[in-house]
């Protein structure tokens, strides 16, 4: 079986390596020449656990490909999967004009039967859009070639990108045609692991279900981050009110961690994108608004509390700042709560040392990039510094050496952006800690 994936992001670089990894040969496109030229010698273009293997490996086998050339890429593939970027435009609403573009050329291009299938997250609609949009270029063409078209959202994370698209809990697959659903079940056979995980649906429907599972579990960060906001007032403690309330099965322990407010490509833009499509249908998302808002004032909760302690002038100041990228295990700075932090504290005119273990070479191209500096290490950031922001839970900041931090801190105070620290732990040994919630 052959397929073409197009645009080699996130979504298109691990569809397109975890497809070839169970035997399926596959055409990776990208207009990008210069990224097509890197994948080919071996060089991700971003920082995903695992995925470098199996790009590697499975180019070296001859069932990975990556070219510039759609319709070289499209001759004989039974699926064209669309997985360019759809960034948030001006007004919040999802930017089609990458995937609309895709669906001419292939339009234009196509010489047998393809089923057109978007990866990407789009709004509910964009299959019609994509169908007449391919349906046009062919009539240009005076032709009469058959297709279908097809809704295929991915849920992967960053971070485990490659687990999740090899392992999904669910395939969502919208679709209004036999053979394409016929060729998609295929497809998808070696990710099914023992039971049917393909969950088949009309395409709007398909499309979505992207939206609404983004939007939940946006929902539930932002619903906790708001009662550990109270937990403080009240005297409660969020992080056992959040081992209290996740033990009930039907409210689950996963997206309750209250924190900085959620970063990443997704959650942002699919929140936003949602709420535009509900106006532009006349109806207030009422939930999701406050979601976002709730999100927003997130970002700035610890360095409220920084100043909080020290006062609203930090002139004469320097805090170490312990994870740049919006989660870990990614380089992705997209969102990232720590570029609102940092442009905080130096607003208030203090100075920032940072240290993250793979993010700090993207975070230098985000607008605070040459506003700070970059530490060697995790200890090196916190040199001489007032205090200590954890920001992103590394894995690599979780039992740090208490001892050797209290020598390098002038003060012994540990602002906990993500509650990974014992409070009464680190009080017992003369620390001040700072949580969310608590
Ligand atoms: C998300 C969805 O999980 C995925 O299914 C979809 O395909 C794309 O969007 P991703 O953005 O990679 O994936 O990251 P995710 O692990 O979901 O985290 C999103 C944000 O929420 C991060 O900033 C994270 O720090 C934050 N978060 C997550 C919390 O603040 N608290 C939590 O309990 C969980």
Request: glycine share 8%; aromatic share 10%; with cysteine.
């Amino acid at each position: 079986m052959k397929i073409t994936v197009i645009g080699t992001g996130y979504v298109g670089l691990v569809s397109g390596a975890c497809f070839a990894e169970v035997g399926i040969n596959v055409v990776c496109v990208d207009v990008d020449q210069k990224k097509i030229e890197n994948l080919k010698n071996g060089i991700m273009p971003i920082y995903e656990p695992g995925l470098e293997e199996i790009v590697k490996r499975n180019y070296a086998s001859g069932r990975l490909h990556f070219t510039t050339d759609l319709s070289e890429a499209i001759n004989g593939s039974e699926v064209a999967f669309i997985a360019v970027g759809t960034p948030p435009g001006e007004d919040g609403s999802a930017d089609l004009r990458y995937v609309l573009a895709v669906a001419h050329e292939i339009g234009t291009r196509m010489t047998d039967f393809i089923v057109v299938a978007t990866k990407s997250t789009v709004p509910v609609t964009t299959g019609d859009k994509v169908r007449a949009i391919v349906k046009e270029a062919l009539d240009k063409r005076g032709s009469e070639l058959p297709f279908a078209v097809a809704s295929n959202p991915e849920f992967l994370k960053e971070g485990a990108a490659v687990e999740d698209f090899m392992k999904p809990d669910r395939i969502v697959i919208g679709v209004d045609d036999e053979r394409a659903k016929e060729f998609m079940k295929r497809l998808y056979k070696p990710f099914q692991l023992n039971s049917d995980r393909i969950i088949f649906m009309d395409i709007p429907s398909a499309e979505m279900t992207k939206y609404a599972a983004n939007a939940i579990l946006a929902t539930k960060i932002s619903f906790m981050n708001d009662i550990a906001n109270l937990c403080e007032l009240v005297g409660a403690n969020a992080n056992l009110v959040r081992k209290g309330i996740g033990s009930d099965h039907r409210i689950g322990t996963k997206f309750i961690y209250p924190g900085v407010g959620y970063g990443g490509s997704c959650f942002p833009k699919d929140v936003k994108a949602i709420i535009k499509t509900g106006k532009q249908y006349g109806y207030e998302l009422n939930v999701l608004q406050a979601v976002e808002e709730v999100n927003d004032a997130q970002k700035h909760v610890l360095v409220k509390k920084v100043k909080q302690h020290f006062g609203d002038d930090l002139k004469g100041k320097t805090f170490a700042i312990w994870g740049l990228s919006f989660k870990p295990n990614t380089d992705d700075m997209r969102e990232a709560p720590a570029t609102i932090i940092i442009e905080e504290l130096i607003a208030a005119g203090a100075k920032v040392k940072a240290y993250d273990p793979i993010a700090m070479k993207e975070a230098k191209y985000t607008y605070i990039g040459n506003k700070i500096t970059y530490a060697k290490d995790a200890y090196d950031a916190c040199v001489d510094v007032d205090a200590l922001l954890l920001v992103t839970e590394w894995s690599e900041f979780r039992i740090p050496s208490w001892e050797a931090l209290g020598k390098l801190l002038i003060k012994k105070i540990i602002f906990d952006g993500r509650n990974i620290y014992d409070k009464n732990y680190l009080e017992k040994l003369g620390f001040t800690h700072y949580g969310i919630g608590m």
